[in-house]
């Protein structure tokens, strides 16, 4: 699909050693957590005016291109589902500033995530999204799904840090969105139409995102439930009180299980569920927030009640809700993991909905939520070899996302729709608004080549 | 430009009392505080349905539509250029839903911000944006410009609280974005793109947006400053140190006198500059949050400060910041309001700039400032009938905003394009950005009905 005369012509512009197409590595490049399809090509861009020259000569041949960060996607959606070329970015991955007293940095698309964050942080200040892979993903792929994580509760997702952004279009032009000051209304909000994208727009080629005042202190609790029914109410209560964690995170029974099978945490195993109630703030505050979420949770009839009283103990603490779901994958033939989000009172009423399917469809249902945020993470193990299994699996998946649009929700809270949840747009999205998107994207890219075969 | 037939269309589906072409009606529709032309008819259209079949016939004769809140603008946003219907949506104006637990409003456009504000907070949450015109702005027009304020500082523009949208396109077709969730990432955020889009694009018709835990408690603090350095350095200092007050904002020495002589507030008129801090959150953290600001200040050489000790006093120390834009209004023939925005390091650079070009153009520059997101407001008083001197302030302005770009600023960062800043977009915008934007225009508005005569 990608002709040898362009190959030729790539090669030229990024070099041998950054343009790819032996076996093993167009292997390396075809998979993200949920799917697989290869590439024809890979090219490893360094510079803003690489990506440009690559983009024009494939826009020339109409050759599908696909930006791909570390592919920690549960979506298919830095999978090149068309082939043609797979544009990593893994190597444009320079921090160019860290400028605690403007409260921003600038980085390349190929910075992890986590390096941001301790550089902000050796600065002083503090970059909050935190998504379970931060310490591998990359920036870049960060703002093309809109990455969120379990601070985000009380931070807000990767969109509510952009300033502004560097891209290139299909076309090879370079475009510059927002800027460096922290208010700016000029013109139309391109920034945050390339944020969450999934690389059907353009190329992310620089980045400067918002970073905040460093919270003093943390207090970190786990506490477990003989219902879940009273862990989800909790989580209503404690939001409805104005006290927002940095983090409120959910773990049903079979999740608490599995993970004490495989990894002996000491967890209560008799626990229906758990949450992680994590508070931060100015130090005169955080006993104070950790006292009032302990009081609700006593009040909804919590058995057993931790509050770390280190830095250490809170990151063991942490540990099961980290870990858990590998263990899941070691266990399991293959896992999905949905992310079906709603109005956070509605919290209870979906936990409802999930243990219902699970039995409709005798399965087995691990439940994870970032549930300050009404996030859920119903994690489905099965072997896909058996087709009776997996088409049941199909069917709850389904319903799933049925509940949770029936709740007011919606598909996707921050994992995307890729791949893995094209097929049930259509519950959440009307023909005018995919009408809408698809000519936004003729914008952006008329020859189609931006990750083809996507949500749009 | 309205043709007869049309006209009596209109009054068909709207009704004579909210179809207007009365010439005082017209009068009264035709301005903001920047500028003014007059449409040849207003509708005030109550539902999503009149506005839906307005935008429709209205995009069948390629008459154009420049929908408007209160007018509150500073830049003739909503002022009908290039004449045709005005769609005053105050009329609109339901409070749909207050819902604490879920933390969400769902507003619709013409509800006067406060009274969204109010509302909320009598349900125990908060909605932060507050621009001054709080007291009588439509939250659609706040939506539309993406409307900042003092407490933005903190706690984001009106972009940041915004969970969904229903809007009208001029085809008549409605559409849905985002929605309840406070997470959510399907496909193109379309929420964020009318955000700010100024009226060209369609016609917002219902609004969700985020309500946060209320702050417990503030603390304020009025500063007298010897020299205005000294004062815009304190800002970057406390900024820096992570101290995030709820609002940081500069006057100058001409604005300080001005309200003093109008108003006799007892303020320091030997005071170059005063600060206004204001800090809150957790009861127990506000008076260490005040301490540390008032060592910054005193650091730098304050010689007045003023600690509020009651919500009263607190009321008062505001009260220049407040009314002293109107005692310039009402000493001047005319007066503009410029919000070039600088990143937080370049204040003291941009206050100088800001004084070297008051003596180039032998004007006087009263400057305000939001200045904690450097969010300058430098206040232009002059006769239009003076043509020599509108020159000169003409001039001026083209500085400031060569100025604010030169050290890495925006053109405005809360009061929008509108007719006022068009003529400057180049200085900041490229010819391949702004084709991107005249393009994604197309999509929503082929006709080219919606606000013609505006940025794009």
């Not at 809109?146 to 009380?154: I, Q, S, Y």
């Not at 139309?188 to 460093?214: F, H, N, P, Q, W």
């Not at 786990?222 to 995170?249: K, N, Q, W, Y």
């Not at 949840?421 to 998107?437: D, Q, R, T, V, Y």
Request: charged share 25%; net charge neutral.
């Amino acid at each position: 699909m990608v002709p040898a005369s362009l190959k030729r012509e790539l090669r030229d512009i990024v070099g041998k050693e950054r343009c790819l197409d032996a076996p093993e590595d167009l292997m390396v490049y075809s998979h993200d957590v949920f799917a697989e399809k290869k590439p024809d090509l890979v090219v490893l861009p360094v510079t803003t005016e690489e990506v440009s020259r690559v983009l024009k000569l494939a826009n020339r041949e109409k050759v599908p291109v696909t930006p791909r960060g570390s592919a920690t996607g549960l979506t298919g959606m830095c999978v090149p589902d068309r082939s043609g070329i797979v544009m990593a970015m893994s190597k444009k991955n320079r921090i160019l500033e860290i400028n605690p007293e403007d409260r921003l940095a600038v980085v390349e698309p190929g910075v992890i995530t986590q390096d941001l964050q301790l550089a902000a942080e050796a600065a002083g200040v503090f970059y909050p999204p935190d998504p379970a892979s931060q310490s591998i993903c990359q920036i870049g792929g960060n703002v093309a799904t809109n990455a969120g994580g379990p601070r985000c509760v009380k931070y807000g997702v990767t969109r509510d840090y952009l300033l502004g952004l560097e891209a290139v279009l299909p076309s090879g032009e370079v475009i510059k969105t927002g800027g460096r000051p922290i208010k700016n209304v000029t013109g139309y909000d391109v920034t945050r139409l390339l944020c969450g994208s999934e690389g059907t727009l353009a190329v992310i080629t620089k980045i400067i995102v918002k970073l905040i005042a460093k919270p003093e202190a943390r207090r970190t609790l786990l506490v477990a439930f003989r219902s879940i029914d009273d862990a989800s109410t909790t989580v209503s209560r404690i939001m409805a009180a104005g006290i927002v964690p940095r983090a409120l995170e959910l773990m049903d029974q079979h999740y608490i299980r599995t993970c004490e099978r495989v990894y002996n945490l000491g967890l209560p195993t008799d626990a229906a569920a758990m949450l992680i109630i994590e508070v931060d703030g100015f130090a005169e505050t955080v006993d104070r927030q950790a006292r009032i979420a302990k009081e609700f949770c006593e009040t909804q009839g919590a058995f057993d009640i931790k509050l770390a009283q280190t830095e250490e103990e809170a990151d063991k603490l942490w540990l099961a809700r980290k870990i858990g779901s590998v263990a899941l994958y070691r266990l399991s033939k293959t896992m999905v993991a949905e992310d079906a989000t709603v109005p956070i009172s509605k919290i209870p009423a979906m936990v409802r909905r999930l243990n219902e399917i699970e039995k409709k469809y005798n399965i087995t249902i691990y439940l994870l939520a970032h549930a300050g945020d009404g996030n859920m993470h119903p994690l489905i193990t099965y072997d896909p070899g058996n087709k009776e299994e997996a088409a049941r699996v199909e069917n709850a998946i389904k319903e799933i996302f049925e509940a949770s649009i029936a709740l007011g929700g919606t598909l996707t809270g921050e994992h995307g729709i890729g791949l893995a949840k094209k097929p049930f747009m259509h519950l959440e999205i009307s023909p005018a608004e995919m009408e809408l998107w698809k000519n936004i994207k003729k914008v952006f890219d008329p020859n189609g080549i931006m990750n083809p075969g996507k949500f749009v």
